[in-house]
């Protein structure tokens, strides 16, 4: 072992249990490098790394520009709001330019669900799939079981609920299949009309009720109501689901014990989690963005470490 | 694969004798001293070292820290081995202090070219000093020489010298051996 089995990180369905030991593993390491007074290591001096943001993004893209930077790569930004994509260049082109300037490894988010694996197929280099519409988003779903690790000390063997928009949500699958893969159980709970029809045949239970869901779960991962991926109305108003599926801190403490609270962030403060409740001690949302960085980091340099030296 | 015995469980025990009288002489009650062991394989020497000047010269306060240096090689994606990572542990201020980085064996040099780089996100130390149980004479690719040795040995080419620990390897012995 002691190497990725694959090339490009395009989804956690590609990668395998040892795979993500291994990047826990190594994000340890860099965890640790992360907290010295001096925060940077010279493995990937000689990178270059395109981060390519065809979708809005703060956290991921902050989060990937540290740790490339922490891992001293060179690093590009484009966004598609400022690029000539406006300009009708397709995708394999914009890439081709870019890597035609010696790039290395390729961060991308993108609003197709596949943009990543059909990238790999097509240009040389390595990809990261920063979250592909509603498909993947893999580093999120590392960092979150990583952080559960941290937290619990192991995922193995733990009831986790997500809840919320399930089906528009990049996060939740991924997540699903990380955790499914580090031996937890998944439970997801919101709105009918926000699960994905067919999800109990991957495995994952169905809870329809918040209060059950939560006495259930060790680990809840509340999840944003992605209105921009809306094109109907799912649910009457905010405040009904609010209601039925925001936690709130009264809730919290009536359960007969104390369950961990994650949020993969942007947070809507007041809708599917009360302030309280995510400033509150049982709360990693924070830990988790701190957690980011070292996954990441682990991420890019195991990937990195099968680039071989350009010949020319 | 053939191997020769360079040095047999007591003349290990007398080389480790000999370099902890030696950091005694300069480094004096260690107050300013601290021990930096280079892992893996380096740390096993730097704990045995602290526990002889610890038992045998009632030396009080060692400070002894671990340093991995993965992530500052030179050779990675350039050489097949495949390169893991080691716990880094350096729980105490280095700046203005005098190390003393300690490694199994000298060989190329490039390890402790790492390490040397690897250091200074701790810190500006006021001097380091390098001790090695075996000095592979000759076969240095950098500038860089023991301050303390156990024994100097001069290997050719294929020749590995293996170093032994009894809490890793069931005894403490250093070996030649030849591919």
């Known amino acids: ?312 | 694969m053939s191997q020769k015995v360079l040095l047999n469980a007591t003349e290990v025990h007398i080389a480790l004798q000999r370099l902890a009288c030696q950091l005694i002489e300069n480094h004096d009650t260690f107050e300013n001293t601290v021990l930096i062991g280079i892992q893996p394989r380096g740390v096993f020497l730097a704990e045995r070292l602290k526990s002889i000047l610890e038992s045998d010269y009632k030396m009080k306060d060692l400070k002894l820290g671990y340093l991995d240096i993965t992530f500052y090689r030179d050779d990675f994606r350039r050489s097949n081995k495949i390169l893991e990572a080691n716990k880094t542990k350096i729980d105490f201020v280095i700046e203005d202090k005098k190390l003393v980085f300690i490694d199994d064996v000298l060989y190329t040099g490039r390890s402790i070219r790492s390490a040397l780089t690897a250091v200074q996100s701790f810190g500006r130390p006021m001097e380091i000093e390098l001790l090695t149980l075996i000095d592979r004479r000759f076969s240095r690719h950098l500038p860089i020489q023991p301050d303390y040795r156990g024994r100097q040995v001069d290997a050719i080419g294929d020749e590995k010298v293996k170093v032994c620990w009894k809490e890793q390897d069931g005894e403490d012995a250093v070996y030649l051996v030849n591919n």
């Open chain 1, 1 to 312: 072992m002691k190497e990725l089995s694959v090339n490009h990180l395009l989804g956690i369905k590609y990668i395998t249990e040892d795979d993500i030991h291994l990047i826990f593993e190594t994000a340890d390491h860099f965890k640790e490098v992360i907290n010295r007074s001096i925060k940077k290591v010279p493995s990937l001096r000689d990178i270059t790394i395109a981060n390519l943001f065809f979708e809005n993004s703060t956290r991921t893209r902050l989060s990937f520009e540290l740790a490339e930077k922490r891992l001293s790569a060179d690093v590009i930004n484009f966004s598609a709001a400022s690029s000539s994509v406006k300009k009708g260049e397709t995708l394999i082109d914009t890439v081709n330019n870019i890597l035609s300037m010696k790039v290395d490894m390729v961060v991308m988010r993108h609003p197709n669900p596949g943009a990543g694996v059909f990238l790999a197929k097509h240009v040389n280099a390595s990809i990261v799939n920063a979250g592909d519409g509603a498909h993947e988003h893999p580093t999120q779903a590392l960092l979150d079981s990583y952080s559960i690790r941290e937290k619990l000390g192991d995922v193995a063997g733990k009831k986790v609920v997500i809840v919320g928009d399930i089906l528009h949500s990049r996060v939740a699958l991924s997540n699903i299949f990380a955790l499914q893969k580090l031996g937890a159980e998944v439970k997801v709970c919101g709105p009918k009309t926000l699960l994905p029809k067919y999800i109990d045949k991957i495995g994952v239970g169905v809870e329809g009720n918040l209060r059950k869901a939560l006495e259930w779960c060790d680990v809840a991962n509340m999840l944003r109501v992605q209105n921009e991926r809306m094109d109907i109305s799912y649910f009457p108003t905010t405040r009904e689901y609010t209601q039925q599926y925001g936690v709130n801190k009264a809730l919290l403490d009536s359960l007969n014990k104390e369950i961990v609270v994650m949020h993969p962030g942007p947070i809507n403060r007041g809708v599917e989690i009360t302030s309280d409740v995510a400033d509150s001690k049982q709360a990693i949302i924070l830990d988790q963005v701190q957690n980011g960085v070292a996954v990441r980091m682990a991420v890019l340099y195991l990937l990195a470490s099968k680039i071989k030296p350009h010949e020319d």
